[in-house]
């Protein structure tokens, strides 16, 4: 397990257009534990999903976990031969309803897209399994009360079986569209456990780690409206509870083969 007590270079903060394949890299090998590029949705972008995002009709509840909301449905939620289907049809349907619902200013996930695209040598693309394009911009709501444990992300938990991935690393993209003044810090540990040792500190919990179970994280990060935030999903982290209201957010993962190899996306 690494396990760095080592938080000097813990959130590098950068302006987007300062942004290069080396901070992914770094993500990537755990040197720097997020990257904060602060601003990256504008005002008009906030504002226009406050008037259409927020209350959007179809937010509804996570395949497995009813707690959480969310529009569109996320990879990670597959587990029967039934959602994947539902899940590749809907995905191209989904991509567009977000683009639209921004109307004639650029999605903060287009604009996440093709910032990839811009950064990485050989460019980056939508995520395709067996041939079926993925979907990618999950909005995700955590109401007031609601948190998230101490986690990791793995696209291989829930590829079709027979399905390898091909990929080294794995990172989380979020962009903060809503943040409660109080509660909802992201949490970070410098801990990148093992498939054995996540499911040892686990226990028989349907998801995440007992926070009972984690020392205190070495980083918090208190978002701010507008911020885009790049994390390593296969190092601990966790959602403070939100307080006052929905902490609302427009999420990615990233995929990485090689710097020979386009990144892919999605959720
Ligand atoms: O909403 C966040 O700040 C982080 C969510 C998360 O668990 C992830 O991006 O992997
Ligand atoms: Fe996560």
């Not at 070495?218 to 296969?234: M, S």
């Amino acid at each position: 397990m690494r396990d760095q007590k080592n938080s000097d270079c813990a959130v590098l903060e950068l302006d987007e257009t300062a942004l290069r394949a080396d901070h992914l890299l770094a993500l990537c090998r755990g040197d720097t534990l997020a990257i904060r590029i602060p601003g990256f949705a504008s005002p008009s972008v906030i504002r226009c999903a406050e008037e259409h995002l927020l209350a959007h009709p179809e937010r509804g509840a996570l395949g497995h976990a009813t707690e959480f909301t969310r529009l569109g449905i996320a990879y990670a939620e597959i587990r029967s031969d039934e959602v994947r289907r539902a899940y590749h049809q809907h995905a191209p349907g989904n991509i567009q309803r977000v683009r639209r619902l921004f109307g004639d200013l650029a999605s903060p996930v287009d604009r996440l897209r093709t910032l990839l695209d811009d950064v990485w040598p050989e460019g980056a693309r939508l995520l395709s399994v067996d041939g079926q394009k993925c979907f990618v911009g999950v909005c995700r709501y955590l109401t007031p009360g609601i948190d998230l444990e101490p986690h990791i992300d793995n696209l291989e938990w829930t590829l079709p079986k027979g399905i390898r991935s091909t990929l080294r690393h794995q990172l989380s993209a979020n962009v903060y569209l809503q943040v409660p003044a109080r509660g909802g810090e992201l949490e970070l540990w410098n801990v990148a456990p093992g498939k054995s040792e996540y499911a040892a500190l686990q226990g028989d919990r349907h998801y995440g780690i007992s926070r009972k179970n984690m020392r205190p994280p070495d980083v918090v990060v208190k978002p701010d409206t507008g911020d885009l935030i790049f994390l390593n999903p296969r190092f601990v982290h966790a959602v403070r509870p939100v307080l006052d209201k929905d902490r609302v957010t427009l999420s990615a993962f990233i995929g990485m083969t090689s710097e020979a190899e386009p990144l892919v996306y999605w959720s």
